[in-house]
Structure formats: C-alpha cells, structure tokens
C-alpha cells in the first residue's frame, strides 16, 4: 500500500503537468515528491488478490486516460452499484482518479455500462445482446453520438459486472483497449467454490489459516473481508459458494445458523454469489426430531419440504443444496435401503418449487467392497443414470480416486448421458504439498477436461460433458474445494491464488488455455513486466509436473502420509482400511509394482468408452504418465524410451527435484522486480519444496529398493538417509486432517 | 491506507508550497489533487494498531518538522535499526517524509538518538543515565553544540528503543516537544504476554481467530506478523511472551518445534521480546522416555538440564518456563508427593546457570478439597513462602477465584513476603462478553493494583507488592493473558485492542492511571479530535463497571455458562465439579443469597491482613461492591442507600443495561468523525452488547425471582420472557473453550 501512495503522487502530479496550471517543470517536482517517500518498495501483503489496480506507468496511463475520461453509469441496483464502485476503485488506482461520472457522454473516450434498462442510451446502438443470456455481456468499441466509446453492455446486472470485470482484466493484463469486440458468455451455468469448512472455523484440507466465516460474530457482523470475497470471485464469475463442509454438521440448518447464512447471502448478493449448504443427510433425525431420515418416508420429505421453505423465506435465491452420503462415514439413503437416486430426488423435490438444486456427490466407496476402489463410484451411479430430477447435478471428482497429482479422468464423465454431471476439482492442495508447495492446477484442470470421453465419438472431451453441451443438458455446474483462509493472503501463499483464479475462469469457459490462464494471473498479481511474466509462468507450467514427478510419477498414486498426506509413506499397511493405504496402490513386490486394472486386472478400464479403454488396457498405447495406474509390471519392463521401468521410475523422481531447483533458481533471480514481502514468501516456500521433493524422491527410492534390491541407475545419487530414518518420521501436527 | 495515501499528497503538496518553487497558488493544486481521490474516509481495518502514524494537520506537522528537521543516529545493533525504522516510519506518516539523517546536527531541530556507545556525542551532554538501568530511557530538549535539539538516551539499545516509542506516542498523543524532560525506567522486570495457544492454533478462550503462530510454516517462514506483533509489544514495553498455552503440550519442548520457536525467537529479539515456553510437567515421561517425572528425581533433574541447556543453545536470550502444576488435571509435583516449591525448584535450578526464570502459576483448587475454592491457592502456597528459589516467581490471579469482571485482590498478595509475586491479569475477555462486549480492563487492573494489602501498615499496594518494592524483592513480573489472533485487528475487535495496550503501559508502570491510558490510546488510535476523545474514553471508563452491573453486581461471580461462560446461566448445578458451578458460587435460594466468606462462614476473610480481614467481614464496613462474595445475606437485607438488597440488586442489573444503552448512544453520535470500518464494527458490537445485557438482567432477575418469589421494584420492567426461555438457550458452538 505504501508502494500504491507514492506511485499516486507521481500519477496525480503527472496529470497536474498536463493541465499546465504551474509554470515550473512540474516533472522536477514529481521528483522531488517521490524523494520524500523512502520506502516506495514496500511489501504487499497478498490481500488484493488479483485485484491491485496499482498505478500505470505514464504512456500507458495517457492512453487509458484517453480510452477512459468519463463514466456513463447509471447504478439503480446494488449489483450496478458493485460493477461502479469496483470501476471506479480500478481507475483511481490505475490513474490516481477515477473518470468524471457523467450522465451522457460529452467527449470522446466516454465509458458507457449498463442493460438496456439501465441505460436506455444503449438501445440505440445496434448491440445485439440476445445470445448473451442471463450473465454474458459484450464490450465494444464503437462511436456513440458520434464520439468514440467504449460500452459494456448486457442484458443483467450481473453481466454487467461481469463485463466490468472483464474491462479490467484487459487493462491489468496490458491488453489495448481499442478495437474492443468482445462478446461472452458463461458455458457452464452452476460455477460454485466448496467450502470444507467446519462450524468451529477449522477447514479440512485448509492450509490458509482458519475459515473465514465468523459464524459467533454471525448474524450482526458481516466482516468486510466477505465483501472482498465477493468481489474476488465475481471477478472471475464465480456465482455460487457452499458455505459449510461436505462432511456436513445438521445444525447449520438450525434457524440460528439460517440467520448467520442469511447475513452471508446478503453480502454476497449483489455480486452474483447464491449460497449453497452442505445439508446433513440425517438432519431430520438429529435437528428435526424425526425417527428415520428414510428419503421415501412422508414426514421425512414433509420436513425437508418444510426446511426449504423456511431457507428460501430468509434467502430468496438460496442456491441449494450439496450432499455427501453413504461415503466415508456420512449417513446416506442407503441407511434406509434406498439408493442415492431416492435421496437425491427427495431434496430435489424440496428445493424444486424455490428453483434451488442438489448437487450430489459420486465420491463413495466402501471398505466392505473388496472391489478395486476406482471402480466403485461408476458401479454404483451409473445403474441410476437417468433416475434423478432435473434439478439434481451429480458431482464428480475429476479422477476415480482423490484428487492426486494425477489421475485419469472419472469413467463416469461420458457413461451417464441422461444425467448432468458436475465436476469437482480441488483447489486446496490436499495431495499437492499443502500451501507450501508451487504446484499450478490450471495443467491439470486442463488435462482433465480437455480428456476425450468418446463417449459420443472423437472429441467427446470431458469439458463438453461438464458444459452439458455433449448430451444437451440445460444444467451444468462446476464445482472447486476452497483454498481459502483467514491468512492475510486469503490462501496460504501467493501462488496458490492462481489456482482460485484458474479455477474461476476454467469454470466460466472449461476451453481456455492453462496457459493463458497462467499468463493473466501473473500479470494481474505481479505486474506485466515481461522479464517476470515469462520466467514466472513458465514456472507455473511445470510445477504440477515436478510435483508428480518427485512424489508419484508414472501413474502411483496415494503413497501419501496416512491421514494428513503429508509427505512421503509408500511402505504404509496399517490404519483402519486397506483402502486408505498405500500399499493397496501401488501393490510393489520384489517384482513388479503398479495397480493392474487391465482386463486382465481389476478390468477397471472397462469403465471407459472402448476407444478409451482399449488404449489404457494396451501397454503398447496406455499413456506412460498412466502406466502403473493400470498396468502391474516387472521392474525391468521396458519403457518407450528403451530404459527399463525401474531406471525410468528414478529418473521422474529426480527430474521433479530438479525441476524444483530450477524454479528455486528462476524465482531467485526476480529479486528487486517483485516486492520484498511476496518474494520473500515465495523463495522460502520453494526452499521446503526443494527440501521436501528431495524427501520424497530418497524416501521412496529408498523404499522401492528394499522390496526389488536394485541398484541405483548410473548416475543417480544414493537417498541421503536409509529408508529406516523416512519410515521413522512422523507428523502428528500436520495440518489438514 | 486509502486515508493515508490522500492525506500524504496534500501533506507532500504542503511542502512543495512551503518551499516555493511553483509560482501558482499551489493550495488550489493541493485541493485539486484531494479531488481527485475519490475515497478519501476509505476505512481503516485496525491492524495498524496505535502505531498509526497518520499525516498530521498542517499546523502540528509545521511544528513537528521544525523540532525534527534532522535524525542523528547511528544504528550498529538490530534493536536500533528497529529504533530508527520506526521513527522514520513514523515521521514519514506524520510528515510526508522522514527527517533528514545526518552524521552530527547541522542545523536547529535535529533529533539525536542512542547510548553513549552507539553515539559518542551524547556523553558531551551532561546527562544523567546511571538511574535509568537496562530498560530506561531520557528524553531531552537541550541544545547540542549550540542549536536546539531533542535527545533520547539510554545506557542500552533496547531503552533507545523504548525512547524512541516514547517521544512518538507524544507526538501521537498531541503533546509538545517543547521542554521535553522525561526519564523513565519500568518498575516491573518481566512484562510477559501469555499466549494460551495450542499446537494446532486453537486459543483457549481466544475470541480473535487462530494462534497467530504458524507453526506448521516454521521454522522455514516467519510471518511478517510477527514482525508487527514485536512492534507493537516493544512500544509498550512489553519484554517478554510465553508462545503456547498453560495447559501445556510437551511437544513444544522436542527439537523440531524449538526450532520453530527459535525462528519467533530470533524476530522478536531485536525488540527486547523475550520467548518462554509453558512447560508440561510430565514432559520427561511424555518426551524424555522416563518412567517418573518426580522433581526430586536424579534423572528427571538431569532431563530438564540438558533440556535448558539445549534451548540455550538455540535461543541464548530463552526467557525461561511457565508452568501451570496440579491445577485442573495438569500434572504437576503433587502427582509425585512433593510440593508446588520441589516442583519449581527443579526447573529453577535448570534454568539458573542461563539465566533463566520459572514463572509458576498459584491458579490451583482441587475437587478434592471441600474447602472454600477462594481459599485453596492461599492454603497451598502460603506455607511455601520463602522456599523457592531466586529465580522463581508465583504467579497469581488478581482474584482469588478466576477473572472474574470484579474479584476482590487475592490474599497472597501481600501475604508471601519472601516470595517476589507476579501479577497475572486476563486481556482476553473469558468472563467480560469476549470480543464483542466493549469493557475497559484499565478500570479493572487499576482496581486490584491500587488495592492496599496493608501487609506492611496502610499504603502497601498490591502495585507495590508486584514491582517488589514492598518486600525488596529484586526480580518482580506481570503477566497477561493475551487476547490476540489472525483476525486482521490482531483482538477480534477495535475496542480490545485498548486492553493489550493498557496492560501494556501498566506492566510497564503499575501506577499509572486507568483514565490518562485511556486518553492516550484514544488519542493514538482515533485521532486527538477532543469531540472524539472525551466521549471515547467516558464511554471506556465506564464501560467494565457496566458489565459488572449487568453480569454480577454486589460481588455476585461465576454466574457464566457452563464451560464457554457466555451468557448467563446461574442456575446451573450440573457438570463434572460443584466448585465449576454458579449455585455454588451464590447459595441463594428463597431466604438469602451470597458466599459467607466472613468468620461465620469460610473464613476466607482471615486469608487477608487484619484491616482488611476487619473491613471486608464486617457488614457495616465491607464495600457493598463486595457484599455478596463476603457475605450471605437476606433479601431484604438493607443496603446503604435505604434499598432492600433485592430492589438495589435489579437497580445495578438495570443500570449496567442503561450505561450500555448510553454509550451505543455515544458511539453513534461519533458517526462520520471515525472511519467508517472501525466505526460500523464498534457499532454493531454495542448493539450485541446490549441485546446480550438485557439478556443478562432478564435472566438474572426471572432465576432469582423463582427463588425469592419477590416483585419487581416499582419500575423495573419485567424480564422479556419466562425464565423457562433462557434455560433453554444452549450455545455449544460458543468460541473459547
């Protein structure tokens, strides 16, 4: 903010120069106040996200200056007020003042925003605004009265805001403002951050600190920090937010945490933002006095009918409501005998009338099925494909197991046509290194949605599943586990803010680049200097590859510390299921190592479409970055590249760690061009990334080694420690669980 | 800091003016440059505590820059970088600018600051230093070599430090720098913060988000924050903090977290602030693999002194160990038959040969003892006086029970004379309404520490028990129970950021008074606008007074909900001890209420010196502010004002509502005179607070009118519902335990 103050005065100084009201080189003073100023570098603190709206250099600001002198906004609404408000805010910062707000445009450069029922002036320009739907919006350079403008225009408020965001982001990336045709419209319609967090403000699989609902403080305050909330995700048009923790706690249903909800719903309303609940599927018994919570039993659904009209009475655009039954332990309709298609129906139907959804989770597996885990979601839902109301989602996770460093995607993406299937990423690096690890989701989002299904032929991708596009659903949503905290930089490190921002704008378009992606966000959050944007984004572009090379690479998968997942345990049996273990993954012996789910195996390939399974039941085409994923082997198989498994498996593990180094190394040599505090945070989390990739390659080559007694590939240095010392580690304070 | 920003151009603009190089009137351009910052009352989040350092008005900051044109002083040692950052810091936010820094004064108005090593000149003075010790600090307006200049000086780096927070909280306070001729040393040694954070960042009875100690990121990261808490705790004074809570985990005592608590160590150091742990008593069984944890034992002594002596290794300031023994299921000596003296002994002995001290808590009662819990402290540790070892203090609630809004002073004070006694107050408001009630504990510590014990004839203060003047005791102590957490005001609201300051300057100097405190954070944290200072700090000196009334008046206590202690609950008799229930505490029923602790009853009166014992066991003389902890009384006993105590109790529950009433009242008039962030929250906690005091009263008065059967004094409204109603409420979400 420091660094914000005096970068003002130059602005406004510099603008006082070109008004020439003094006769002295006002340049000279400029100067002289910026030497008054002595800390101009200061640190950032994280908490403006990509928001920063911090000065432009002069030529740049001339010219926004030029494309922005007036603002053309009528703001009936709250929501057109947010949209003003945040212009308003972003030229101040880009410029030291905002543009004269003026009720129509009286020279050229007017900015103009509005619908057709808040501008009427629109009207008048031939903008075609149909297609846009009910959150798209256009903006568009074209002369009005004869002046040049730009205008953003929609048909709602909220595309509106939307487009003011867009505006923005065009600016903060460096883009010209001229020539503007930009027409957009989200193609996936339910675009929802999950919250894991717990009533008592602790955040499963958080790493930022604790949540950032102040449910005590709940209903009277609303801290402003919500506000920012708001703002940080209808920049990237995120438009729902499920408050409370899948493994879900009943008295968030309780009127008292209703009215904490409401107050919530309130704040984030005008951005576009509904609130959603995780709703305890045993409610009824525990807070509604019931003896069942059976879905097909009368005063069951009697009580949940009457639960939705109490909510939607206090928050008339509640979004609904997002359950995980039967899995892991939360009560579900099979308590009761029935299927999760009759659970889900009956909150359906309750929420129906409001115009709310379910989105109810495929994530279910049970230890009494000795089936391959993989396989258990897809041999359950997909008998129930077309069984569930037209307001339901089914929410998926991305890959069969959970959410690591790489899966392929969920068979179950292109095996429901008659089902709209929601995906679910996560954005809290539960598998990934928590928050001190640089690992960019936006690769593996990508990855995963840009997979082909074939589920209708070629290019079946999953992404046109999520959009609903590929069977014709109306409904589609997408779904991200929050990364968020109460930590100043709301996510526990700066770098994991790219991955809220990659999923935002993934959610709103599932076909754009990771790298684009990467490249906005670094030039939003650091600045558009290109001897930071290159380096910085080409970290971010191998830095989930480096995490799966040094913790599971070559298709492993969940050799994670027990409970936590931190750190290195591939040599784990114990706990209290087989299926929670490392050794049911990756199933390594003196011979061979790898999961076998070929049909020769588990058969778990036959989940997929043929094309699909064929491929991965086929060693000679089963993408190596898979292999042991689906295929046990030899240690001596012989890899593509000629190197046996064995040799190849150490290989990964040593290219993650030195791909660490190099990004280390790249970071280090930004000193002095990015501010002290974000530096100096980011270099120190990369010297425990280095360190512990190290970890994690000598610990499991130490481990490998002892069940196959190979030696080492020339060249390949010994683990720093004997396997003994990895094994006798522990960290009963890891964060997370 | 939009604030800041705004004001720093129109203070840089002022300058520009003063020097005359632009021929226009140069105030029009600086009212053009305001106009162009369109959010110039943007609000203020709190973090920057009292160390605010806003631009100051033109007249005051003309003033200043003349009395600090020049900064001499040189900065050899970490704690005088830390000096100098903060005055320019300071003087930049005051000024626009920091004062020039020079090698020697070369014109009116320089500043000098340090010892007579670090600035050779100042031994040119005449100053005095030799009574100011290794903490104090002289401030002087005198000329050196012929011009006017200011000095700070002190015989160590740490009182220049001091020094300098000192002359900034005059220029924060609106003082003169005119005629300066201030010495000051602190009159306690240890003045420690004690953070009653767990491992896993939970605060008991933390009302202000997480621990602020990132465990899992050290040792590898130091949040900045903890930069920030050294500043703020330096400029108080404060000079020491114990990191994790009494009810000890071990461990903090292994060598991966004390390489944590080095790296707090080592950001705190330059700021005087030493580290202490709290010890677990059982810790060589638990961590050490001993089979006992005897402080009589060989091997258990030579545990803790190699473990002293591998935290000095690490941390060669290390301040020493807290221990809270044999007190609520806390291990301790008694668990191995010896006492409370063996116990801190050991550890004494360990700690001697580096300096260290034992702070040892006299917070025990047992269930086991049917005696008076009042009393049980008092029995156990009196017959220990003397027996400890130098380097020990007894560390002792004010009260006798547990901070509770008003106790009478415990009767050790006074009472152990060859024991140095340190005081240990609560900031964090267990019993005051947590966070979102405004309570002053200036009033409360003032209270206890102007109390006379009367141990050695009239005037001798529990004040001067503390700083061991009474009894000549050379090392002497207060601790506080910090009430600080991730939330972005550092204690969950504006208002009890007053708390950690007024315990602050308090331990600094335990005479200074509640009011003039209350003006100086006042001026420091809202501005010196006396429309703004004098209703502030009426409101905050009547504000604990309040609570009393409308909580537990006429010496009523421990009346709180079960566990959390929110709400009142003085009904209850259940849960696991009967001295843990209010109906122990207040006996009432339909004839009488109140604690016979006169020599009719317990006799807990006999614990204090006679005049005390005398006053307080004598009805006519005991302060009626005391009257139901001293005595069991009818209802219809008469009070001194002519009132039944029935009518008088309603009265004060009545007043305590009205007083909050009034300051509400107060506080909005304040409306558009204090930012809008800091104003709002404070707003909508005096709405809580007195919703939640009418709770209070409503409660009270329905429980006590089921048991006496009385009416209402004309008057007095009925309570809002039946007394059914509010022995239904159950929070057990209810933050803090």
């Known amino acids: 903010m420091v660094q914000r103050q005096s970068r003002a005065v130059v602005a406004a100084v510099g603008q006082a120069s070109r008004a020439a009201w003094c006769a002295v080189p006002l340049a000279t003073l400029a100067l002289l106040l910026l030497a008054w100023l002595p800390f101009p570098a200061a640190a950032e603190d994280g908490y403006d996200l990509w928001l920063r709206y911090r000065p432009l250099p002069a030529q740049r600001a001339g010219e926004l200056r030029a494309r922005v002198s007036q603002l053309v906004m009528p703001a009936p609404s709250p929501t057109l007020a947010a949209a003003r408000d945040e212009l308003l805010r972003a030229f101040e910062g880009f410029l030291g003042r905002p543009p004269a707000m003026v009720d129509a445009p009286t020279s050229p450069g007017a900015l103009l925003a509005g619908t057709p029922a808040s501008l009427p002036l629109l009207r008048t320009l031939g903008l075609d605004l149909a297609a846009l739907g009910n959150e798209g919006y256009a903006i568009r350079s074209l002369p009005v009265q004869g002046r040049p403008a730009t205008v953003i225009a929609a048909n709602t408020d909220l595309g509106v805001l939307y487009g003011a965001f867009a505006l923005l982001r065009q600016v903060q990336t460096g883009a010209s403002l001229d020539g503007l045709d930009i027409r957009e419209a989200p193609r996936v319609k339910v675009r929802v951050l999950n919250h894991w967090d717990n009533l008592d403000r602790h955040v499963e699989r958080g790493y930022a600190g604790a949540s950032i609902w102040d449910w005590w403080k709940l209903p009277d305050y609303a801290d402003p920090r919500y506000t920012d909330y708001a703002r ?75 639960k939705a009209a109490e909510i939607y009475a206090l928050i008339p655009d509640f979004g609904g409501f997002l359950v995980k039954a039967n899995s892991e332990g939360q009560p579900g309709p099979q308590d009761f005998g029935r299927t999760h298609a009759d659970g889900a129906n009956m909150l359906a139907e309750a929420l129906a009338p409001h115009g709310g959804i379910v989105m109810w989770r495929a994530f279910v597996y049970s230890q009494h099925n000795p089936d391959d885990r993989a396989k258990q979601a897809w041999t359950e839902f997909k008998p129930l494909d077309g069984k569930f109301r037209d307001n339901v989602l089914v929410q998926v996770k991305n890959g069969p197991i959970d959410f690591q460093p790489r899966e392929p995607f969920s068979p179950l993406f292109g095996a429901m046509p008659g089902t709209p299937l929601m995906m679910e990423f996560q954005i809290t690096k539960e598998y990934l290194g928590f928050a001190t690890h640089l690992a960019y989701l936006g690769t593996l989002y990508e990855e995963v949605l840009q997979a082909d299904t074939h589920a209708l032929g070629a290019g079946s991708t999953v992404a046109r599943v999520v959009t609903g596009e590929l069977h014709g659903h109306a409904l589609s949503g997408m779904a991200g586990v929050a990364n968020i905290g109460t930590d100043r930089d709301w996510c526990g490190s700066i770098f994991d803010q790219a991955n809220w921002y990659v999923f935002g704008r993934m959610a709103w378009n599932p076909d754009l680049s990771a790298r684009d992606i990467a490249g906005e966000w670094v030039r939003m959050t650091f600045g558009d200097d290109p ?53 049911y993954y990756h199933r390594a012996d003196k011979d061979g190592i790898g999961f076998d789910r070929s049909s020769k195996g588990s058969n778990a390939v036959a989940q997929y479409a ?100 190979l030696p080492l590939p020339a060249g390949e240095a010994a683990p720093a420690h004997p396997l003994e010392y990895y094994q006798g580690l522990s960290f009963p304070d890891a964060p997370g669980n």
């Open 232 to 306: 940080a995700n209808a920049s990237l048009g995120i438009n729902g937010a499920v408050l409370n923790n899948v493994n879900a706690n009943a008295t968030i249903l309780t009127p008292r945490y209703l009215a904490k909800v409401r107050t919530i719903a309130e704040v984030l309303r005008p951005y576009g933002i509904r609130v959603y609940l995780s709703a305890r599927f045993s409610a009824p018994m525990e807070i509604g006095g019931l003896q069942t919570a059976d879905p097909l039993d009368a005063d069951v659904r009697a009580w949940w009918r009457a």
């Open 610 to 709: 043929l094309p699909v399974a064929r491929r991965f039941d086929d060693l000679a085409q089963v993408p190596e970055e898979y292999l042991l994923w689906f295929h046990h082997l030899p240690w001596t198989h012989r890899m593509r590249s000629g190197a046996t498994l064995w040799e190849e498996l150490v290989r990964h593990y040593s290219r993650g760690v030195a791909t660490v180094a190099r990004m280390r190394e790249t970071w280090a040599g930004l000193a002095g061009r990015i501010d002290s505090q974000r530096h100096h945070q980011a270099a120190t989390f990369l010297a425990i990334q280095q360190r512990e990739a190290q970890w994690w390659r000598d610990a499991s080559i130490a481990y490998w080694q002892s069940l196959n007694g």
């Open 531 to 583: 001897a930071i944007v290159e380096p910085v984004v080409g970290m971010m572009m191998e830095s989930r590859e480096a995490v799966v090379d040094y913790m599971t690479p070559l298709g492993l998968h969940h050799l994670m510390g027990r409970g936590h997942h931190y750190g290195p345990m591939p040599w784990d049996a114990g706990g209290p299921r087989a299926d929670w273990t490392p050794v």
